[in-house]
């Protein structure tokens, strides 16, 4: 139990185009969800804290206008990187929190801005 | 100020070894300590867990000590695995009411 879905797991846009990444929570439903960035051989780094049906908490120093945050239901968070540049180029990982389970990580997304 | 400091960097053992990670901590409210398992290009997984009540915990090949008053908390790999070879980051909370707060990493390598 307790699965969270990511998808795609790699994607390459284009320099100035936005990019959604989805994260879903298949069979349980995830009030709160985490999306964190990791840069290569360095820890994650949280960037914002999401709440089904209320606006995300982003933490310092993270663009909100720059990584766009829905939580729509309960099931689904996504997260739009809008018009990106090369130095968004990383590892996007989101996380949901089980009541049972614990915090279940998804398989991330290397995202690739050219 | 660093909440979490985790050591060290890296770690090379031979099969069967046991590589020993630590983890300390500066946030009393803390109550959940985990140990996650993150292998190239996928998201972790969480290896083991401990609450505060307890001063040990071992699940298979691996242990999980726990020093409430020295507010650390450590990860023990007993005899171990080439697969073992990863990173492995803690990442203590307030359970299921707040945000991780990852330790950098170890990079452990298990030379067969």
């Known amino acids: 139990g307790a699965v969270v879905s990511q998808h795609p797991s790699w994607v390459i846009c284009k320099s100035g185009t936005s990019v959604k990444i989805e994260c879903r929570s298949l069979?349980?439903?995830?009030?709160?969800m985490f999306w964190y960035r990791q840069f290569p051989k360095q820890s994650l780094m949280l960037m914002a804290t999401s709440n089904e049906g209320s606006k995300a908490t982003y933490e310092q120093g993270v663009e909100k206008d720059k990584f766009l945050i829905n939580h729509a239901s309960l099931t689904l968070s996504t997260l739009t990187v809008t018009s990106a540049h090369p130095e968004d180029s990383s590892f996007y990982i989101c996380?949901?929190?089980?009541?049972?389970?614990?915090?279940?990580f998804g398989s991330g997304t290397r995202l690739t801005v050219v | 100020q660093q909440q979490v400091k985790q050591s060290p960097q890296s770690l090379i053992v031979q099969k069967g070894g046991i590589p020993i990670i630590n983890c300390a901590y500066e946030?009393?409210?803390?109550?959940?300590f985990p140990w996650y398992q993150q292998f190239p290009g996928k998201g972790p997984a969480l290896l083991i867990a401990?609450?505060?009540?307890?001063s040990e915990k071992k699940e298979g090949r691996f242990t999980i000590s726990f020093n409430k008053s020295a507010k650390q908390f450590s990860l023990h790999i007993m005899d171990s695995q080439p697969g073992d070879s990863a990173t492995y980051f803690c990442?203590?909370?307030?359970?299921?009411?707040?945000?991780?707060?990852f330790g950098a990493g170890t990079t452990v390598t298990v030379r067969a």
């Open positions: 946030n009393t409210a803390f109550d959940y």
């Open positions: 990442a203590p909370t307030i359970y299921n009411d707040y945000k991780l707060s």
């Open positions: 401990i609450r505060p009540d307890v």
């Open positions: 996380s949901a929190s089980h009541t049972e389970y614990g915090y279940t």
């Open positions: 069979d349980f439903q995830a009030t709160t």
